[in-house]
């Protein structure tokens, strides 16, 4: 059986890749980081998503000696040049919660119109061998910032992240649709395209 380490404690994550990696090998096996407690927390120091990825990725990797996925994600807003990017987390701080954030980038927007409240989730998902192998996936969701939250679902900057095409928040959707337009899908279908050849590599890395 092949196991992989997904580079997160969220168990909503590891259900979804676990889903999608099945469909390709109905024998891999997804743990996270709760499965690993020694590995504690993992300082995202990069200046890009696929910076941080790749930190949290190899030093999973490294650190269990499986194959190991993370992904960096947030938001990016026209209209601030990109922010709050690889911030998004904690754009309101040290203490920052979603709630913090939220407010902060409206109040950063209270003078932005309409048409010019254009966004998009970014999603980077890159998996490591313990030797460096890569495969990376990307994604964006394309939306826009409204002027105040909608929605009891998602997290982060969910409530306030509107798809005009849905003509919903995201966290206005359910987890399906959601998870069939969002940035994280996105990148993680991107990412499974090059999975068989790399799992296969992976094998013989770790094989020897």
């Known amino acids: 059986m092949d196991t992989i380490v997904l580079a997160t404690g969220n168990a909503g994550k590891i259900r979804e890749l676990s889903a999608m990696l099945a469909e390709l090998n109905p024998d891999v096996r ?49 209209a601030l040049n990109g922010a709050p990017g690889v911030y998004s987390a904690r754009y309101s701080g040290d203490d920052a919660t979603d709630e913090k954030n939220v407010a902060k980038l409206l109040d950063a927007m209270k003078d932005v119109v309409d048409p010019w409240r254009g966004c998009h989730f ?4 890159l998996a490591a061998t313990p030797g460096g192998r890569e495969l990376i996936g990307r994604g964006a969701w394309h939306g826009r ?5 909608q929605g009891d ?4 900057y969910d409530p306030v992240f ?31 395209r ?15």
């Open 162 to 192: 509107f798809d005009e095409e849905l003509s919903l928040t995201a966290a206005q959707m359910d987890a399906q649709i959601k998870n069939g337009r969002s940035h994280r899908g996105l990148a993680l279908r991107d990412m499974l």
């Open 122 to 125: 970014a999603c980077v998902m």
């Open 153 to 156: 679902g998602g997290f982060g």
């Open 30 to 78: 997804v743990l996270g980081l709760k499965d690993f407690p020694h590995i504690g927390e993992i300082p995202e120091t990069g200046a890009t998503f696929e910076d941080n990825a790749r930190i949290k990725a190899l030093a999973v990797a490294r650190a269990t000696g499986l194959v190991a996925v993370a992904d960096d994600s947030g938001l990016a807003v026209d």
């Open 145 to 149: 910032v409204i002027h105040a939250p």
């Open 194 to 208: 090059g999975w068989p050849e790399f799992l296969k590599q992976a094998r013989m890395e770790l094989e020897k």
